[in-house]
């Protein structure tokens, strides 16, 4: 089993830029597909990004690829999200997600390990 604590959320105005982590404890991180999901108020989960086990491949939702970039330190068990050029509607939770497989995946069945979430918002 592994351990997912997120931090780095905040407010920022529109544009603006944020820099979420997580970091993960209690197996080999370099075993787990990583992923960050969110959830706004009132919608469902939804999946924004992925890295592979050694970094070397990722995926992103639409609405969010080429602003957010998923990355990770396996020596540092974190994983990072960078968010540029952020907008009033990617105001959410933002929750940090892992799994042995799960590559490929972008629905929230796919992962069993969760972190509790860290607030982000922009204000317009």
């Known amino acids: 089993q592994v351990q997912l604590v997120e931090s780095g959320g905040g407010l920022v105005q529109a544009g603006g830029s944020l820099r979420l982590s997580c970091a993960a404890s209690?197996?080999?991180?370099?075993?787990?597909?990583m992923a960050w999901f969110r959830q706004a108020p009132g919608k469902e989960r939804e999946f924004i990004a992925a890295?592979?086990?050694?970094?070397?491949?990722?995926y992103y939702a639409v609405p969010v690829k080429g602003r957010f970039t998923i990355s990770r330190d396996n020596a540092k068990n974190t994983v990072y999200l960078q968010m540029n050029s952020l907008k009033p509607e990617d105001t959410a939770v933002y929750y940090c997600?892992?799994?042995?497989?799960?590559?490929?995946?972008?629905?929230?069945?796919?992962?069993?390990?969760w972190g509790q979430g860290t607030q982000v918002t922009v204000s317009s």
């Open positions: 890295i592979s086990w050694r970094g070397d491949s990722s």
């Open positions: 997600a892992a799994d042995l497989g799960g590559w490929g995946m972008t629905s929230k069945k796919s992962f069993a390990y």
């Open positions: 209690g197996r080999t991180f370099s075993n787990y597909v």
